[in-house]
T-cell receptor
Framework: SQKIEQNSEALNIQEGKTATLTCNYT??????LQWYRQDPGRGPVFLLL?????KEKRKERLKVTFDTTLKQSLFHITASQPADSATYLC????????????FGKGTSLLVTP | DTGVSQDPRHKITKRGQNVTFRCDPI?????LYWYRQTLGQGPEFLTY????????KSRLLSDRFSAERPKGSFSTLEIQRTEQGDSAMYLC?????????????FGQGTRLTVV
């Protein structure tokens, strides 16, 4: 069955450092992968989409890599700020689906001053 | 605000009662999705509409669940004979049509508590 695995343990880092979150998947051959941010009690918010032919994508302080051989995506936040504290979700298109997504459990990030 | 709107934001109901949630997607989006999220988990797919057609349903969507999207605009999700295990956040999302990948825009969710 399709699985998406994200670090289950919360990631605590100091302000100004780079946060790196991992997403591993099995039994997928995704054409693209997405990352979302979710704050407590709110719906997820789209951050970045990376396609299979893209090794890396950047948006401001965010960087995503996508290694289809390793079946892994890394999500980096540089110069992290306390406002970056949230849960970050990795998502892949459901196999044989329209455009619905399967999500990982998410990784909670806490950035302390 | 032209984002995805969900109503109500919170619902407390007694076990065995029926509940109905509403989702108003972004107006130009013809794809609409329902997800369910429990504490510590990511959103789990429930069902997907393309315009008014319900094209996909998860096995999570038992016979007690039904979703509609009349006229391809707003959507409703009804849960009949609620059970405590139905307690969760119910999220609606929409996305534009067209080939290829696109981001999903989520509403704020409806938090259901079954007591």
């Amino acid at each position: 069955s399709q699985k998406i695995e994200q670090n289950s343990e919360a990631l605590n880092i100091q302000e100004g450092k780079t946060a790196t979150l991992t997403c591993n998947y099995t039994n997928y051959s995704p054409a693209y992968l997405q990352w979302y941010r979710q704050d407590p009690g709110r719906g997820p918010v789209f951050l970045l989409l990376i396609r299979e032919n893209e090794k890396e994508k950047r948006k401001e302080r965010l960087k995503v890599t996508f290694d289809t051989t390793l079946k892994q995506s890394l999500f980096h936040i540089t110069a992290s700020q306390p406002a970056d504290s949230a849960t970050y979700l990795c998502a892949l298109r459901r196999v044989d689906s329209g455009y619905a997504l399967n999500f990982g459990k998410g990784t909670s990030l806490l950035v302390t001053p | 605000d032209t984002g995805v709107s969900q109503d109500p934001r919170h619902k407390i109901t007694k076990r065995g009662q029926n509940v109905t949630f509403r989702c108003d997607p972004i107006s130009e989006h013809n794809r609409l999705y329902w997800y369910r999220q429990t504490l510590g988990q990511g959103p789990e797919f429930l069902t997907y509409f393309q315009n008014e057609a319900q094209l996909e349903k998860s096995r999570l969507l038992s016979d007690r669940f039904s979703a509609e999207r009349p006229k391809g605009s707003f959507s409703t999700l009804e849960i009949q004979r609620t059970e405590q295990g139905d307690s969760a956040m119910y999220l609606c999302a929409s996305s534009p049509s067209g080939q290829g990948a696109s981001e999903a825009f989520f509403g704020q969710g409806t938090r259901l508590t079954v007591v």
